[in-house]
Nanobody, 122 residues
Framework: QVQLVESGGGLVQAGGSLRLSCVAS????????MGWFRQAPGKEREFVAA????????SYADSVKGRFTISRDNAKNTVYLQMNSLKPEDTAVYYC???????????????WGQGTQVTVSS
């Protein structure tokens, strides 16, 4: 079992930055590939970014490429999402996820956090 707790969300103006954190507890964090997803009101939950258990070869949704950076610190059982140049369309609840498969597909992740709200005002 893996428990995930996100933090770092909030209200920011367009063009601003936020850094989300996700702390994992339970089984060995370093075994898991990690991902960030988001869900805006009335929309499906969508992939944002993913990182492998080793921290190499991160992947991003086209909509955030060049603005968001995913990273992890296995010593701290934490994965981060640095979000720069935020846009109003980035407004959503952001979820952290852990899975042995990883990647861009939701079903590849077996563990999810409760989410943290990010609101970007214009």
């Amino acid at each position: 079992q893996v428990q995930l707790v996100e933090s770092g969300g909030g209200l920011v103006q367009a063009g601003g930055s936020l850094r989300l954190s996700c702390v994992a507890s339970g089984r060995t964090f370093s075994r898991y590939n990690m991902g960030w997803f988001r869900q805006a009101p009335g929309k499906e939950r969508e992939f944002v970014a993913a990182i492998s258990w080793s921290g190499i070869s991160p992947s991003y949704a086209d909509s955030v490429k060049g603005r968001f950076t995913i990273s992890r610190d296995n010593a701290k059982n934490t994965v981060y999402l640095q979000m720069n140049s935020l846009k109003p369309e980035d407004t959503a609840v952001y979820y952290c996820a852990a899975g042995l498969e990883g990647g861009k597909v939701r079903r590849a992740y077996g563990y999810w956090g409760q989410g943290t709200q990010v609101t970007v005002s214009s």
